[in-house]
């Protein structure tokens, strides 16, 4: 078992950044692929990007490739999301996830409780 937990979420302007964290323990001796999802209110949950475990293949969505940025430290058991140039329809909850192997696939086998991202106009 991998268990996640999100910080680092809160309020932002738009044009602005911010950098979300997820703190994994349990068995983070194996390796894991990570990801992130979003869900705005009324809208199902959508995927953001993901990493493998290595760090060395990233991927996102359309959405926010070019502005959002996926890294892991390994060493500290944690995975970043750094947002830049942030946009009102960025507001959502925020959520990382995991899967067994060295990248990831979905569905995950665990998630976070997530984070709440709001940006202001």
């Known amino acids: 078992q991998v268990q996640l937990e999100e910080s680092g979420g809160g309020l932002v302007q738009a044009g602005g950044s911010l950098r979300l964290s997820c703190a994994a323990s349990?068995?983070?001796?194996?390796?894991?692929?990570m990801g992130w999802f979003r869900q705005a209110p009324g809208r199902e949950r959508e995927f953001v990007g993901a990493?493998?475990?290595?760090?060395?293949?990233?991927y996102y969505a359309d959405s926010v490739k070019g502005r959002f940025t996926i890294s892991r430290d390994n060493a500290k058991n944690t995975g970043y999301l750094q947002m830049n140039r942030v946009k009102p329809e960025d507001t959502a909850v925020y959520y990382c996830?995991?899967?067994?192997?060295?990248?990831?696939?979905?569905?995950?086998?665990?998630w976070g409780q997530g984070t709440q991202v709001t940006v202001s106009s």
């Open positions: 990493i493998s475990w290595s760090g060395d293949v990233t």
């Open positions: 996830a995991a899967s067994p192997g060295s990248y990831f696939s979905s569905p995950p086998d665990y």
């Open positions: 349990g068995r983070t001796a194996s390796s894991y692929g």
